[in-house]
């Protein structure tokens, strides 16, 4: 699943991996234990994955598309 980066200093994913929750997917990028609903943003924002989980669940009660 992982492989040296050309830089020789860093790894890379070879192929995709299926994690079971956001905690566990941040804990292999980290490299530790993170609280995968506030490690995510959402790129080049400061939303994190709470605050957009949160929006969508809020528009599906809601009806909004």
Same mark, same amino acid.
């Given at each position: 699943?992982?492989?040296?980066?050309?830089?020789?200093?860093? $790894?890379?994913?070879?192929?995709?991996?299926? $994690?079971?929750?956001?905690?566990?997917?941040?804990? $292999?990028?980290?490299?530790?234990?993170?609280?995968?609903?506030?490690?995510?943003?959402?790129?080049?924002?400061?939303?994190?994955?709470?605050?957009?989980?949160?929006?969508?669940?809020?528009?599906?009660?809601?009806?909004?598309?």
């Amino acid at each position: 699943a992982l492989a040296q980066a050309e830089d020789g200093a860093n $790894f890379r994913v070879i192929r995709d991996l299926t $994690f079971s929750s956001p905690s566990g997917a941040g804990a $292999f990028v980290y490299g530790g234990s993170v609280n995968g609903r506030l490690y995510w943003r959402i790129a080049g924002t400061q939303t994190t994955y709470a605050d957009w989980r949160e929006a969508q669940l809020t528009q599906t009660a809601s009806g909004a598309p």
